[in-house]
């Protein structure tokens, strides 16, 4: 289905089991000219070069993580409007990192998700400020510790690192590795204690750095967080 607006000058991809959502999103965007809404399935719309805008409406998908981590490999040019589940802000982070340009709750109303659009659009962030205040501050807190020489990590903690970027949880690593969940938790503790990191969070950012910086991506972050005019809800 689509939703044929006049001028257009942005296309966004729907992806949504809900009618309800859709309904709602084609009143709130049906009088913005400059906007056409696409529903159509995840892969018919990342088949779509013309689209440079995705909304995800994950709520009901367990591994909604990897579904973002999916359109990011595929069309790592697209931007992902999410509708996530009620998650604290390390999850938020991590679909942040995954490739959302905005993360909203999904019980967020239809002009909540356009507000968010609009922000996406304009080439802003969207998303509660205690996580982008939260990125930021690791970000920037770490550059010290990112050009400081690291303590190797074994090729085990090298997976459980892995699997933590992924959002999974002790448990489910132990059981990806076939390992007891008291020994995820050793290599943890000795990622944490290797890395000098504070938290599982502050981990992700790290790696999240390296990640950049072997993309040679570096520059365009610390751009994007110290100049960037943040939007938030």
């Not at 973002?68 to 942040?96: A, H």
């Not at 190797?152 to 090298?158: A, Q, V």
Request: proline share 4%.
């Amino acid at each position: 289905m689509h939703w044929k607006l006049r001028e257009v000058t942005a296309r966004i991809g729907v992806v949504s089991r809900e009618p309800i959502r859709l309904a709602g999103l084609e009143t709130v965007f049906e009088k913005i000219p400059s906007i056409e809404l696409v529903n159509a399935t995840l892969h018919e719309l990342l088949a779509d070069s013309s689209l440079g805008y995705i909304i995800l409406d994950l709520s009901d998908h367990d591994g909604w993580i990897d579904m973002q981590q999916m359109v990011r490999s595929m069309r790592p040019d697209i931007r992902q409007i999410v509708l996530g589940p009620g998650v604290g802000d390390e999850m938020i982070l991590r679909s942040i990192m995954a490739g959302a340009r905005a993360f909203l709750h999904s019980s967020s109303g239809a002009f909540a998700v356009r507000r968010a659009v609009e922000s996406v659009i304009q080439g802003t962030i969207w998303a509660p400020r205690r996580v982008l205040s939260l990125l930021a501050d690791k970000y920037l807190n770490q550059q010290q510790l990112a050009t400081s020489p690291a303590t190797p990590l074994s090729p085990r903690e090298k997976q459980v690192l892995d699997l933590i970027m992924t959002a999974r949880s002790n448990r489910e690593i132990a059981d990806e590795l076939g390992i007891e969940e008291r020994t995820v938790k050793a290599y943890v503790a000795s990622l944490l204690r290797k890395t000098g990191a504070e938290n599982r969070v502050s981990l992700s950012i790290q790696k999240m750095q390296e990640s950049m910086r072997s993309q040679r991506a570096v520059s365009g972050w610390n751009s994007a967080i110290s100049n960037a005019p943040w939007e938030t809800p």
